[in-house]
């Protein structure tokens, strides 16, 4: 799973579509041919997540901090679809140029569906309402 978030400057293509969403960045965008499929979950999710596990400690319905727990994120895109939801929340044309590089055969084409999962939760912003909250629309 991918994370997003207001306050996040990591070089992520997320962060290269909200500048170009805003004008920051006017030069079009080659990219590979977009099929890639990713998770994402927004940051707030994490933080959710962290005191969900703290809860579950307390409780004592798990028994060890030395277990390693996994979030899932049941929404998955291609990077096509994820451009399209920004384009679609901004109400901006992303100038992409979709299939100018080579798909890297060594890149993860659909990221893994997690076991372990944190019992009992489930994130609460969606993708959608968060890349509202990253582009503050």
Avoid at 29 to 40: E, H, K, N, Y
Avoid at 46 to 54: E, F, N, P, V
Avoid at 65 to 72: D, V
Avoid at 107 to 112: A, C, S, T, V
Wanted: a neutral charge; charged letters at 30%.
């Amino acid at each position: 799973t991918d994370t997003f978030g207001i306050g996040d400057t990591r070089d992520k293509i997320w962060n290269i579509w909200a500048k170009m969403v805003k004008g920051e960045i006017k030069d079009s965008l080659d990219m590979s041919s977009g099929t890639q499929i990713v998770a994402l979950n927004y940051v707030d999710n994490i933080t959710d997540a962290y005191l969900k596990i703290i809860e579950l400690l307390k409780m004592g319905a798990i028994h060890s901090n030395e277990e390693c727990f996994f979030m899932n994120s049941d929404e998955r895109y291609s990077l096509k679809e994820l451009s399209l939801m920004f384009e679609k929340v901004s109400k901006v044309k992303l100038n992409i140029n979709w299939g100018r590089y080579k798909d890297v055969s060594s890149d993860i084409k659909e990221p893994i569906k997690p076991t372990n999962l944190i019992p009992n939760f489930e994130p609460k912003v969606r993708v959608k309402e968060g890349i509202e909250k990253f582009l503050k629309i």
